[in-house]
């Protein structure tokens, strides 16, 4: 087996276990957002995060000397993406059917597909931009746009697609130059900061009130956690770490349209989930969408391994 082949191989791996992190995520942070508001989440996450990623993951990885980067504009582009994607993704989630935003979200990968043209170079074939065709045809499936149908909730979780496909996108692009750590750290790190300060501007609820439940969530007054709540928090901190470390270390190694598809494997756990925990049965758009977006994403895969090309790295820009 190459060289290259191995790494391929890790990095698809890597993307996979990142799927059912970020599914467990999605759940937790659904069952949380009836009582906590988003950024409250976020921080207690992000606090238990931050000790798995300096204690346990940056030591593994070298020690703290891997957070040091050339590339500080590219770390404060991919923690504006990330900190826009959370907040209109689980936003999203929080006011809609757990399947019908995560099946929405699913245009990450096909977004991810198109920036990886324009900012990577890469050069998806004809089976791929097929894919992406399909799968944005299963996303409007999904959405229903139309007088009678259409949520405006559903634009938040394909806001958050957009921002997450830009988070990966500038993660290949950081290349080789940055660990799988530093590129996990800097935006936990920004979640760190930027719940603070929301909480310390909006966590007494004065600006919360209305009927809008997407509002509520985000500016609702922050309350000391129950103690039955503490275990959810944990398993978030804990999921979110290793999660963000597994899909940098997929982008960093694989091409960006190649990875992305994985990502396709959380759609089976959100129906699962939303049937399970909520007690959400998707209708049959949903369904209807989600195997049109599922199929693309395979299509992709397959032809792609068919054709058993080299992986690409793009050349990391120097900072400045």
């Known amino acids: 087996m190459s060289d290259s082949l191995k790494v391929s191989i890790l990095g698809l791996l890597a993307a996979a ?10 759940v937790l942070v659904k069952f949380l957002s ?12 992000s606090v238990v995060a931050m000790p798995i990623l300096l204690l346990i993951i940056v030591p593994l990885e070298g020690g703290y000397h891997v957070l040091r980067s050339r590339q500080p504009r590219l770390h404060l582009m991919r923690c504006s993406a990330v900190v826009f994607a959370n907040l209109c993704f689980y936003t999203g989630l929080a006011t809609m059917p757990m399947a019908d935003a995560v099946a929405i979200a699913f245009a990450t990968p096909l977004i991810v597909t198109v920036l ?31 007088p009678d149908s259409f949520q405006a909730a559903a634009l938040l979780p394909f806001l958050g697609a957009c921002g997450y496909a830009t988070l990966h996108v500038l993660t290949r ?3 080789g130059a940055d660990s799988a750590a530093a590129l996990t750290f800097y935006p936990s790190l920004a979640f ?10 909006t ?5 919360a009130g209305g009927d809008n439940a997407a509002v509520d969530f985000i500016l609702r007054a922050w309350i000391w956690p129950a103690p ?19 899909i940098s270390f997929a982008y960093r190694q694989c091409e960006a349209g190649l990875v992305a598809p994985f990502e396709y494997i ?11 925990v909520f007690q959400e049965w998707p209708d049959l758009p949903v369904w209807i969408g989600s195997a049109l977006i599922i199929g693309a994403g395979l299509v992709s895969v397959w032809r792609e391994t068919r054709n058993n090309r080299p992986v690409t790295r793009p050349r990391p820009r120097a900072a400045g």
């Open 17 to 26: 276990g990142s799927a059912v992190c970020f599914s467990i995520i999605d």
């Open 34 to 45: 009836g009582e906590y508001p988003l950024y409250q989440v976020v921080l207690l996450r």
């Open 116 to 146: 990886s043209v324009v900012l990577l170079g890469e050069r998806p074939g004809p089976w791929r931009w097929g894919a992406v065709a399909v799968g944005f045809a299963g996303v409007l499936v999904i959405m229903r746009p139309g």
């Open 173 to 175: 692009r950081a290349g």
């Open 192 to 201: 760190l900061l930027i719940s603070g300060l929301v909480g310390f501007a």
């Open 203 to 207: 966590g007494d609820g004065r600006f």
């Open 228 to 246: 039955g709540d503490w275990w959810a928090f944990v398993c978030l901190g804990l999921t979110a770490s290793i999660g963000g470390y597994l």
């Open 266 to 276: 959380t759609m089976p756990m959100a129906v699962i989930w939303g049937i399970l």
